[in-house]
C-alpha cells in the first residue's frame, strides 16, 4: 500500500483522510462516531490488519464473523488465538452455544450496545469479519421477518442442497435469480420463507426496517490478495486445522447432539465448512486425505463467494494489500 502521504476518499458526503507511511501503514482521521469495517475472504489477513488497525487506531475489534460468535470450534472457524486477542480488546467472539440459532437478528441486538459502549470510551469500532450481510444490516436494516413454520423448517432442513435449489427455482424463481446454488445456507432460507408465507423473501426484504447507523459512519476496508496465492493460504490453513486438533474439536462437538440432529442440518455451527467434512471422515466415508481435499475446496469457494459479495454490495472501500505472513 504505497503511495502519498494523504488520500482524500469521499463516502456518503463525508471526508475520510487515510494516511498512508512510508511502510504502508494506515490511519484514518473522520468524526468521532465513525465506525470501520474490514472485510475480506477467509485466510486473507484480517486479522494481523484488524490487530494493526486497532493498536493505531484506540480500536476495540467486533467480530461480525457468525461462526466465529460460537464459542465451539475455534480451530475450525479460525478464531483468532488467545494470544491474538490479548494484543487489543475483542468482542463477540465465543459467546454463543452450539445449539443457538444464532442469526443478523441477534447479532445485531448483541454488537449494536456494544458499539455504542465503544464509542462512548471514546474508542473506535472496527467490525472484522466475512459475513457482510451482518454489517449491512447495520445501516439498512434488518427486514421484518415472520416466525417460520418447525414443520416446514424441518422438511427443508432434510433436503440436500440440490433439491433445495430445484425446489427454490420451481417456487421462488425470484430468489433464485438471486442467489448461488452453491449457497445452500440461503437457499434452504428462502425456501423456508416462501413455504411458511406464501411470499418470497425478496418481498420480506423490501417492507422499510429501522436502521441503527448512518451509512456515513462507516469507513469500509477490504482484503485483497492474488487468487492463487489466497488458495494456497487456504489449503495450507486447512492443513494445519487437521494438525492442531480439528478433528478432536469436531469429535467433542458432535456429542452435544443427537445423531438425528446431526443429520437434520438445523443448527448453524454445524454447517461450518469443516464440520462434515470431519464427520464423514470419522464414519470412514471419506479418508483423511479426501476430507481434508473436500474441506480446502469448499472454503475456496466460499472465499469466492465473499469476495463476489463484498465487490457486488459495497461501494466505497479501500483495497488493502494482505500481509506476507498471516
Same mark, same amino acid.
Given at each position: 500500500?504505497?503511495?502519498?502521504?494523504?488520500?482524500?476518499?469521499?463516502f456518503?458526503d463525508r471526508?475520510i483522510?487515510?494516511?498512508?507511511d512510508?511502510g504502508g501503514?494506515?490511519?484514518?482521521?473522520?468524526?468521532?462516531?465513525?465506525?470501520i469495517?474490514?472485510?475480506?475472504?477467509? $485466510?486473507?489477513g484480517k486479522?494481523?490488519? =484488524?490487530? +494493526?488497525?486497532? %493498536?493505531? #487506531?484506540?480500536?476495540?475489534i467486533?467480530?461480525?464473523d457468525?461462526?466465529?460468535c460460537?464459542?465451539d470450534l475455534a480451530i475450525v472457524t479460525?478464531?483468532p488465538?488467545?494470544e491474538?486477542?490479548?494484543q487489543?480488546p475483542?468482542r463477540?467472539f465465543?459467546?454463543?452455544?452450539?445449539r443457538?440459532?444464532g442469526?443478523?437478528k441477534?447479532w445485531?441486538?448483541e454488537?449494536?450496545?456494544q458499539?455504542?459502549a465503544?464509542?462512548a470510551?471514546?474508542?473506535?469500532?472496527i467490525?472484522v469479519?466475512?459475513?457482510?450481510m451482518?454489517v449491512?444490516?447495520?445501516y439498512?436494516g434488518l427486514?421484518?421477518l415472520p416466525?417460520?413454520?418447525e414443520?416446514?423448517?424441518g422438511?427443508v $432442513?432434510a433436503l440436500?442442497?440440490?433439491? =433445495?435449489? +430445484?425446489?427454490l %427455482?420451481? #417456487?421462488?424463481a425470484v430468489?433464485a435469480?438471486?442467489?448461488e446454488p452453491?449457497?445452500?445456507q440461503?437457499?434452504?432460507r428462502a425456501l423456508?420463507?416462501?413455504?411458511?408465507t406464501?411470499a418470497?423473501?425478496?418481498?420480506?426484504?423490501?417492507?422499510?426496517a429501522?436502521?441503527p447507523f448512518d451509512?456515513?459512519?462507516?469507513?469500509?476496508?477490504?482484503?485483497?490478495?492474488?487468487?492463487?496465492?489466497?488458495?494456497?493460504?487456504?489449503n495450507?490453513?486447512?492443513?494445519?486445522?487437521?494438525?492442531?486438533?480439528?478433528v478432536?474439536e469436531?469429535?467433542?462437538?458432535?456429542?452435544?447432539f443427537?445423531?438425528?440432529?446431526?443429520?437434520?442440518?438445523?443448527?448453524p455451527l454445524?454447517?461450518?465448512?469443516?464440520?462434515?467434512?470431519?464427520l464423514?471422515?470419522?464414519?470412514g #466415508?471419506l479418508?483423511?486425505?479426501e476430507?481434508?481435499a473436500?474441506?480446502q475446496?469448499?472454503t475456496r469457494?466460499?472465499?469466492?463467494?465473499?469476495?463476489?459479495?463484498?465487490r457486488g454490495q459495497v461501494?466505497r472501500?479501500?483495497?488493502?494489500?494482505s500481509?506476507?505472513?498471516?
Amino acid at each position: 500500500m504505497m503511495g502519498p502521504d494523504f488520500t482524500g476518499d469521499r463516502f456518503a458526503d463525508r471526508m475520510i483522510l487515510v494516511r498512508r507511511d512510508k511502510g504502508g501503514n494506515i490511519s484514518c482521521m473522520s468524526h468521532s462516531n465513525r465506525i470501520i469495517v474490514l472485510l475480506g475472504p477467509t $485466510a486473507s489477513g484480517k486479522t494481523a490488519t =484488524a490487530l +494493526h488497525m486497532a %493498536q493505531k #487506531e484506540n480500536g476495540v475489534i467486533i467480530n461480525c464473523d457468525a461462526l466465529q460468535c460460537y464459542a465451539d470450534l475455534a480451530i475450525v472457524t479460525a478464531r483468532p488465538t488467545p494470544e491474538e486477542m490479548h494484543q487489543a480488546p475483542h468482542r463477540q467472539f465465543g459467546v454463543w452455544d452450539a445449539r443457538d440459532m444464532g442469526n443478523a437478528k441477534r447479532w445485531q441486538e448483541e454488537v449494536i450496545p456494544q458499539i455504542h459502549a465503544v464509542q462512548a470510551a471514546g474508542q473506535v469500532p472496527i467490525l472484522v469479519g466475512g459475513t457482510g450481510m451482518y454489517v449491512k444490516g447495520l445501516y439498512e436494516g434488518l427486514a421484518h421477518l415472520p416466525e417460520l413454520d418447525e414443520g416446514v423448517r424441518g422438511q427443508v $432442513a432434510a433436503l440436500s442442497g440440490e433439491q =433445495a435449489w +430445484h425446489a427454490l %427455482q420451481q #417456487e421462488d424463481a425470484v430468489m433464485a435469480a438471486q442467489l448461488e446454488p452453491a449457497d445452500t445456507q440461503r437457499v434452504k432460507r428462502a425456501l423456508e420463507v416462501m413455504r411458511s408465507t406464501g411470499a418470497s423473501l425478496s418481498e420480506w426484504q423490501s417492507h422499510p426496517a429501522d436502521t441503527p447507523f448512518d451509512p456515513a459512519q462507516f469507513t469500509y476496508y477490504a482484503m485483497q490478495m492474488a487468487r492463487e496465492t489466497l488458495y494456497a493460504k487456504i489449503n495450507h490453513r486447512v492443513e494445519h486445522m487437521w494438525d492442531q486438533g480439528a478433528v478432536e474439536e469436531v469429535a467433542a462437538l458432535a456429542q452435544q447432539f443427537t445423531p438425528e440432529e446431526l443429520a437434520s442440518g438445523r443448527f448453524p455451527l454445524l454447517k461450518a465448512i469443516g464440520v462434515p467434512e470431519i464427520l464423514a471422515y470419522q464414519a470412514g #466415508e471419506l479418508t483423511r486425505d479426501e476430507a481434508i481435499a473436500t474441506m480446502q475446496r469448499n472454503t475456496r469457494r466460499y472465499a469466492k463467494r465473499q469476495m463476489t459479495w463484498i465487490r457486488g454490495q459495497v461501494e466505497r472501500l479501500t483495497w488493502l494489500e494482505s500481509p506476507a505472513s498471516s
